[in-house]
């Protein structure tokens, strides 16, 4: 025969079982079953008789030839008195590129480090504190670079600023748009 702890272990232990297993049922209330419903997609679209049909056009008449290279152009006020000192050829020169605003924006390089985890994690406390900060990625090291911003007076109080908080004294530099 079993002991009186024994029987009453095992009781203990089927009542919290019961308790366990169909409480949570009885006491949960009528369960909702939301289904969601998808609307199928034929696999042949319905044609239906008000679909337009288009007429493919044989090509108009190509007798129209376009001019070899050089393209002239004439010059006067009329066309038919044409002389030779009329014609003008006409060639097509590359513009250089010009910026000019090209000393309009600045950046802080704050550092360069070996270690880019470190350098994502300074620029997002930086970003956290309010400064425009990114990394530039480079073959051997991260920089932590600070900006653009178009006022130098700005970020020069910034480069104080941040030798404060980082530690480390950045350097002022123009902005390039092309090569940041």
Same mark, same amino acid.
């Given at each position: 025969?079993?002991?009186?702890?024994?029987?009453?272990?095992?009781? &203990?232990?089927?009542? !919290?079982? +019961?308790?366990?297993?169909?409480? #949570?049922?009885?006491?949960?209330?009528?369960?909702? %079953?939301?289904?969601?419903?998808?609307? /199928?997609?034929?696999?042949?679209?319905?044609?239906?008789?008000? !679909?337009? /049909?288009? =007429?493919?056009?044989?090509?108009?008449?190509?007798? =129209?030839?376009?001019?070899?290279?050089?393209? $002239?152009? &004439? +010059?006067?006020?009329?066309?038919?008195?044409?002389?030779?000192?009329? !014609?003008?050829?006409?060639?097509?020169?590359?513009? #250089?590129?010009?910026?000019?605003?090209?000393?309009?924006?600045?950046?802080?390089? @704050?550092?360069?480090?070996?270690?880019?985890?470190?350098?994502?994690?300074?620029?997002?406390?930086?970003?956290?504190?309010?400064?425009?900060? %990114? +990394?530039?990625?480079?073959?051997?090291?991260?920089?932590?670079?600070?900006?653009?911003?178009?006022?130098? /007076?700005?970020?020069? $109080?910034?480069?104080?600023?941040?030798?404060?908080? &980082?530690?480390?004294?950045?350097?002022? @530099?123009?902005?390039?748009?092309?090569? #940041?």
């Amino acid at each position: 025969m079993a002991s009186k702890f024994q029987s009453r272990l095992i009781g &203990t232990i089927v009542l !919290v079982a +019961v308790g366990v297993i169909i409480l #949570p049922d009885l006491l949960d209330g009528k369960k909702l %079953h939301y289904k969601e419903e998808f609307a /199928s997609i034929p696999l042949k679209p319905e044609l239906n008789s008000d !679909v337009e /049909s288009f =007429e493919i056009l044989e090509p108009e008449d190509a007798s =129209e030839v376009l001019p070899d290279s050089p393209v $002239t152009a &004439t +010059v006067g006020e009329a066309l038919e008195e044409k002389t030779q000192s009329d !014609v003008v050829d006409v060639a097509i020169q590359e513009v #250089p590129e010009r910026n000019d605003y090209a000393d309009s924006a600045w950046i802080i390089q @704050l550092m360069a480090l070996k270690n880019a985890e470190n350098a994502r994690g300074l620029v997002a406390d930086l970003q956290k504190r309010g400064y425009q900060a %990114h +990394v530039k990625q480079e073959s051997n090291f991260t920089r932590v670079i600070i900006g653009p911003d178009v006022s130098k /007076s700005k970020l020069e $109080t910034q480069l104080v600023e941040l030798e404060k908080i &980082t530690g480390s004294r950045g350097q002022l @530099l123009k902005f390039k748009p092309l090569n #940041p």
